[in-house]
């Protein structure tokens, strides 16, 4: 549905009223996550804010599914930092509306509606650990 090669999960702009569908793909296509992140802060501040008549309430649902489309593009590998890591955690929750819970939370709140946004908050967990090991083991070899 994306029209990316990305390896998204649409889940969230499938579930959304169609009316939000067209705002949330466009903000897909040309804001950052962090740009996204500044228009939960303020939607009118954004170009895109005049092209659309929605509410703010709206545009806030639309924010937090295209915000939750935009995680999911993040490929996370082994030496991915794991502050980013974290951070990606914390507004996958926010948007979510689950703020401060864990990511074995957020997976298992996922996990039957958004199974490939589940199975990248698995995958996130995974790559945590191996980091966090893989560290441990260097300090230990290296006092």
């Keep these: ?5 990305h390896d998204t999960d649409p ?3 499938n579930n959304l009223p169609f009316i939000l569908r067209d705002p949330a793909l466009a903000l897909i296509r040309v ?5 996204m992140l500044e228009m939960r802060q303020d939607p009118s501040s954004h170009f895109l804010y005049n092209d659309f008549q929605l509410s703010h309430t709206q545009w806030q649902i639309t924010l937090n599914a295209a915000i939750l489309t935009k995680v999911s593009y993040f490929e996370i590998e ?6 980013y890591i974290d ?11 689950l703020p401060n819970k864990s990511a074995p939370v957020l997976y298992q709140a996922m996990l039957h ?3 490939q946004m ?3 908050i698995k995958k996130t967990i995974l790559i945590k650990q191996q980091t966090l090991r893989r560290d441990q083991a260097r300090e230990q070899n290296h006092p």
């Design 11 to 13: 889940s969230f702009i």
């Design 113 to 115: 509606e958004h199974h």
């Design 87 to 97: 951070k990606l955690i914390e507004i996958t929750a926010c948007a979510y509306g």
């Design 118 to 120: 589940a199975s990248w």
């Design 78 to 83: 082994l030496g991915f930092p794991i502050i």
């Design 1 to 5: 549905m994306l029209g990316s090669s």
């Design 31 to 35: 804001a950052s996550l962090k740009t």
